[in-house]
T-cell receptor
Framework: SQTIHQWPATLVQPVGSPLSLECTVE??????LYWYRQAAGRGLQLLFY??????ISSEVPQNLSASRPQDRQFILSSKKLLLSDSGFYLC???????????FGPGTRLTVT | SQQGEEDPQALSIQEGENATMNCSYK?????LQWYRQNSGRGLVHLIL?????REKHSGRLRVTLDTSKKSSSLLITASRAADTASYFC???????????FGKGNQVVVIP
C-alpha cells in the first residue's frame, strides 16, 4: 500500500532563516506531487505541483521554491522566511492529475 | 483560486442525526471531490463524483451533484462523534487538472 511521509511535523523558525520541508511517497511510481499551504480556518492554497522528476509548476509567486530530485521525493524550500510564510504545509500525491489526492500528515510552520 | 464554496460554514448536531453540507462552484467541472480533515491533520479523501454522475454512495456518505445548478451536497447519515471534522469540497475543471478547494465546513457531532 502507498504511504506518504512529511517531516518535520512542527517547526519554529526566525524570520530570515532558510527552510527545507521534505515529502516522500512509498508504494507507487511516478506520482504527481503537490505542495499546499493552509492558513488557519482557510482552505488549501496550491503552491507547487510536479508531474515528474525535475518538473515543477509554480502556482503562486512567492518566497518559496520546490524541487523534485527523485521520483518520490518533493522538497519545499525558502532562502529567507517571512512572517507570512507561517502556516500548515501539506504534501499530497495522486496517480492522475485532477483525480483523488492523498495527503501527508502536514508540517506546522511558525515563523517568529 | 478557490472555486468550491461550502455552506453552511459550521454545523453542530447531535450524535445519530444526519449532517448535510453544500458546495457551489462557478465553472464547468470534470469532477468534484469531498475530503475530511481532523484538527491538525492531513486531508482524507472521502468520495469523488464525476460530472456525468448525479449521485454516489460510500458507506454512510451520500453525495449528489447538480451540474445545472453548479452545486453538490454531502450527506452523512447517523452521525458519530468521530465524524467531527472539517469537510472540504474540491473541484477539478476541464483543461485545468489542479484541484480548487473550498474554505471548509466545520462539523461538530455532540455525543
Amino acid at each position: 500500500s502507498q504511504t506518504i511521509h512529511q517531516w518535520p511535523a512542527t517547526l519554529v523558525q526566525p524570520v530570515g532563516s532558510p527552510l527545507s520541508l521534505e515529502c516522500t511517497v512509498e508504494g507507487t511510481s511516478n506520482p504527481n506531487l503537490y505542495w499546499y499551504r493552509q492558513a488557519a480556518g482557510r482552505g488549501l492554497q496550491l503552491l507547487f505541483y510536479s508531474v515528474g522528476i525535475g518538473q515543477i509548476s509554480s502556482e503562486v509567486p512567492q518566497n518559496l521554491s520546490a524541487s523534485r530530485p527523485q521520483d518520490r521525493q518533493f522538497i519545499l524550500s525558502s532562502k529567507k522566511l517571512l512572517l507570512s510564510d507561517s502556516g500548515f504545509y501539506l504534501c499530497a500525491w495522486s496517480d492522475t492529475l485532477g483525480d483523488e489526492q492523498y495527503f501527508g500528515p502536514g508540517t506546522r510552520l511558525t515563523v517568529t | 483560486s478557490q472555486q468550491g464554496e461550502e455552506d453552511p460554514q459550521a454545523l453542530s448536531i447531535q450524535e445519530g442525526e444526519n449532517a448535510t453540507m453544500n458546495c457551489s462552484y462557478k465553472t464547468s467541472i470534470n469532477n468534484l471531490q469531498w475530503y475530511r480533515q481532523n484538527s491538525g491533520r492531513g486531508l482524507v479523501h472521502l468520495i469523488l463524483i464525476r460530472s456525468n454522475e448525479r449521485e454516489k454512495h460510500s458507506g454512510r456518505l451520500r453525495v449528489t451533484l447538480d451540474t445545472s445548478k453548479k452545486s453538490s451536497s454531502l450527506l452523512i447519515t447517523a452521525s458519530r462523534a468521530a465524524d467531527t471534522a472539517s469537510y472540504f469540497c474540491a473541484t477539478s475543471s476541464y483543461g485545468n487538472n489542479r484541484l480548487a478547494f473550498g474554505k471548509g465546513n466545520q462539523v461538530v457531532v455532540i455525543p
